[in-house]
């Protein structure tokens, strides 16, 4: 980990999975595998998934740790490629988990974050792809209302730190006003 801490993925250890290491993982693992024309984080995308889901505290959480296992060396495989590596997606699942139960957050709420989750993605792929038209058909309507400006590493691991500590410490959602403070979304139709 970026603190000098050893991390086993097979062998997770709870107190390893602070903020810092989340924050710092998530900020460098990059969406769409890397293929996107500029960088864009899990650790962005995390925090407009919470933007995105109701203001409930316990959501917002779910929401903000919902992709946690790919701070921690193991990215995301798309959905096609998860039977041919169980034991792969074993050791996200149980590390997701861990996450989860570290910061008291209820893993049943994944129904509630996942139109979240998929509204996210269809900003992402107006907002990140090009000539876009031909795959993910089956998307909610994007917003007009919420822009994506994607933002480097560090840029990324502050927000991601500073949405967690909003939302995990003061238990204040992330909201719209907050996030037009903050870099990284362009927010229109704000009162």
């Avoid at 050893?6 to 924050?23: I, W």
């Avoid at 995308?45 to 959480?61: G, K, M, T, Y």
């Amino acid at each position: 980990l970026a603190d000098g801490k050893m991390f086993a993925p097979l062998a997770p250890e709870p107190e390893h999975m602070g903020p810092g290491a989340l924050a710092c993982g998530l900020a460098n693992a990059c969406r769409f595998g890397g293929q996107t024309r500029r960088y864009y984080s899990v650790a962005q995308h995390s925090v407009l998934v919470a933007l995105l889901a109701p203001d409930a505290i316990e959501v917002q959480r779910y929401a903000l740790l919902h992709d946690a296992e790919e701070a921690f060396g193991l990215p995301d495989l798309p959905t096609p490629m998860k039977p041919f590596f169980p034991q792969f997606v074993e050791a996200q699942g149980r590390i997701g988990l861990m996450v989860l139960k570290r910061y008291g957050v209820d893993p049943g709420l994944k129904r509630l974050v996942k139109p979240y989750d998929a509204l996210a993605l269809a900003i992402e792929k107006r907002d990140l792809k090009e000539a876009s038209a031909g795959y993910l058909h089956d998307l909610p309507a994007a917003p007009g209302d919420v822009r994506i400006r994607p933002l480097t590493p560090r840029p990324a691991e502050r927000l991601f730190r500073a949405a967690m500590a909003r939302v995990f410490d003061a238990e204040r959602p992330v909201d719209r006003a907050w996030l037009s403070a903050q870099a990284g979304f362009d927010l229109r139709g704000i009162a």
